[in-house]
């Protein structure tokens, strides 16, 4: 498997916005809940989380549009100004931290299958998932699913965010 050592590069329909991610990410889901559903306007949403220091800007700049979520916090998602695709998001809890990468975004899209289907309860009787990947109902904790390298970048970004701020 790919380590994403060379990068994952991806941008807008239009291209005026290139990204690239400069790893690979802590985790991909593959989102069945009906908001994202309604979001997207599909079956389910296909999001590679990783650290928003490790995603450059390469062309153009995004426009952030605040969103409901479920969850009652908000999510901000970054679209290109012209075409509004949606490259990635951040959700109101976990601020600029995390993004949520749109994986169909990507130039090789490919390369990122899910690791987990989340919120499975809620999707499409005719989507058939994959054997062997790990699924939920609901969430799940992340110590059943991430590897162990993403486990502990996680807990990097946790103590980032404990920690006094000069």
């Known amino acids: 498997m790919n380590d994403g050592s060379s990068g994952y590069e991806g941008g807008c329909t239009c291209r005026a916005v290139r990204y690239r991610m400069t790893s690979r990410p802590l985790v ?74 749109r994986v169909g975004t990507l130039d090789e899209p490919d390369r990122l299958p899910p690791d987990v289907h989340i919120y499975t309860a809620t999707k499409h009787p005719w989507v058939v998932l994959p054997p062997g990947t790990p699924e939920a109902s609901e969430y799940y904790r992340a110590t059943d699913v991430w590897r162990q390298d993403s486990l502990e970048r996680r807990a990097a970004l946790l103590e980032r965010t404990r920690r006094p701020q000069a």
């Open 28 to 101: 991909v889901h593959c989102c069945h809940c009906r908001w994202c559903q309604r979001e997207t306007g599909t079956a389910f949403a296909l999001n590679a989380l990783i650290e928003s220091d490790r995603v450059e800007l390469l062309a153009g700049e995004v426009d952030v549009v605040d969103t409901p979520s479920a969850s009652g916090k908000g999510q901000r998602i970054a679209r290109c100004p012209h075409c509004r695709v949606a490259v990635w998001s951040n959700y109101g809890d976990g601020g600029d931290i995390v993004r949520f990468v």
